[in-house]
């Protein structure tokens, strides 16, 4: 199964940060996972693949300049450059920070969020 995961915050501020990325991480022994990734986060992935969306926020939320840039490769992901990744059959989405981008890409792959 092709997992495509959205995780786009500049910060592990949870417990639930830290068990998605862990989730993400054993569903890659199994299955081929490509993560939309934020790598200002501070975690490096052992398992599963990353294509990185360098995000920058300040106390009001996310710095415009860089939103332009996500938005533009958010655009691409979407037209379906993924490079030489598979479309996926799933999205696996944690927080509503990323619902948005999910759900854009649920309707240009036609698969399910999870």
Known sequence: MNILGVFL?????????VRYLELME?????????????????YRPRRFRTMDFFLLYDRRGI????LLFALTALWAVARGHLGNHHEPDLV???????????????????CPLV
């Open 63 to 66: 710095v415009p300049r860089s």
């Open 9 to 17: 915050v500049q910060e592990l501020r949870t417990g639930g940060h």
């Open 26 to 42: 054993s569903l890659a022994e199994d299955h081929d996972v490509l993560v939309l990734f934020n790598p200002r986060c501070g």
């Open 92 to 110: 696996l989405v944690f927080g509503e920070s990323n619902l948005a981008a999910a759900r854009v890409l649920t309707r240009r792959y036609g």
